[in-house]
């Protein structure tokens, strides 16, 4: 009988962490693909891998090549993810239909979260996570990350949502969902480019043992059915009144153009990338690095957990 080949393929690096019970941070690759221009984000992808094994933990970006799962990818995988230009968008939904035609594709934070828990991993760090698109209630646009997030014992580092996003509904979406909610050093729901969304948040913590001690908890609780937020104020914040009128003419171009569905969050992102000269995207650089470093810490802190 033919064997069927298996569907994961792990990074030595990772399977050795895996095998040993070492810390692991799972990152996702949509980020490199679609949320950052050529060649930069193949260098920001090497300089995050690398700000992880800094802080003691293995690295495991995740990605589909040509059908295959990767849980940690080595630096030919990576130039893959970051230059070819048929690297699809994957959601949890679009997993094994990529897999199963052969295809290849990066994974949101959705499938990432996902992908990772299935292997063991449970430490997760990107920059922003996806939520209630403005319009929503004419649109019904909500990111698949939120309901992606209500089912996986998960913990995620990220700078808030995205600020071209509600970022009130999505708060509110998380509450309704089960998904908890911290601020690292802030009380301060972050705003991913801003450091403030303007909207209060009920926790803060000031160390990853606080962290450490939660996750703790939520397993003697049966609550790590859910994720775990650990919002993570980027340190230099956007010109605010820059990034208003940026969001507002990019949110109607996107609207004038007609552009919907998985393409709204790459189109708004490449909107601010260039109208802001590169300012946003600095930031944005900023955000998945220091989000990297803390998760590692987490993760660090969290290994005799797992
Ligand atoms: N954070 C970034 N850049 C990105 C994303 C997050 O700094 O490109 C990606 C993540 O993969 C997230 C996705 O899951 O945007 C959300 O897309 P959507 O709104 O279509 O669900
Ligand atoms: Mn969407």
Redesign the pocket.
Known sequence: MKKIPDIFQYSDEVSIALNNGKPIVAL?S??IS??MPRPINLEVAREVESIVRQRGAIPATIAIIDGTVHIGLNDEELSSIANRVDIAKA?SRDLAIICAQGKSAAT???ATAHLAASAGIFTFA?????GVHRGAHDSFDE???LTALSHLNMTVVCAGV?SILDVGATLERLETLAIAVVGYKTLQFPGFYLTDSGFAIEYRVDSVAEVSAIRKARKQLGTDSAALIVANPVQKEMERTRHDQILASGLDLATRQGIIG?A???FL?EYFHSTSAGESLGI?IE??KSNAALAAEIAVASAELN
Do not use: F
């Open positions: 996702e949509t980020i679609h949320g959601s949101t934070v959705a990107t920059g922003g996570l996806g990111s698949a990350d995205k998985k709204v969050t790459p992102l944005n955000i998945i």
